[in-house]
Every structure is written in C-alpha cells, then in structure tokens.
C-alpha cells in the first residue's frame, strides 16, 4: 500500500486556466496598443513641439534622442525586474503604463523642451 507522500508526488500539477490563458492574452494586446499609442503620440506632434516651443527641428531632435536613450535604459531596467519578480509582471506593466499616462497628460503644461524626453 503506498504511503501519502508517494500519492502526492505522482499527482498533476494544473497550470492555469483556459479562462486566465485568454484574459492573460487579451490583457498583453491591449497593453500592445496603449504603447503603440503612446509611442506615437511624439512623432505626431512635432510640429507643434517645434511651434509651441519657438525651436527648430534639431534641438526637438535631441529631445527625442533623449527620449530613445532613456527606453533602451528602461528596456533594460525592465527586463531585469521582471527576471527577479517574474511573479509580478502584470503588475509592473499596469504601473508603468498608468506612470506613461500621467507624464503624457503632463506635457501640454511643460514649457523645456528637454522636459519632453520624460513623456
């Protein structure tokens, strides 16, 4: 007769659910998106970037060079907070699009370009 340790090793382990597998997925598209959105809220605007700060397209131009070092360094950032709390991924990733969020409504009211690479 075999002993209750030998019973529990040999029991499945289930994974996750169907229902959690496609509102996991649905969750990552709609997170595709909003950064799709965000990203291409800047490219648009330079006009009026270049217009509402008085400059010209090449001290914008360093704003978004900025702005392209600063993601390589988050990329970076983020993917190494992701391998140390793997758990906690959707969580990371409602934290930082609710953070890109607020630092994009900010912008109308910043004034330094520079201040643009943030957003």
Do not use: H
């Amino acid at each position: 007769m075999p002993s209750n340790d030998e019973d529990k090793s040999t029991e499945m382990v289930q994974g996750p659910s169907t229902f959690s597998k496609v509102l996991r997925t649905i969750w990552l598209v709609a997170t595709w998106i909003s950064m799709g959105a965000f990203l291409e809220i800047a490219g648009t605007t330079l006009k009026d970037f270049v217009y509402r700060l008085n400059s010209d397209y090449d001290s914008i131009s360093s704003a978004y060079t900025g702005r392209s070092v600063g993601k390589f360094i988050g990329s970076i950032l983020g993917g190494l907070l992701v391998d140390k709390f793997g758990r906690y991924t959707d969580f990371q990733i409602a934290v930082n699009l609710c953070i890109a969020a607020v630092t994009t409504a900010g912008l109308p009211w910043v004034d330094n370009g520079y201040c643009y690479a943030l957003g």
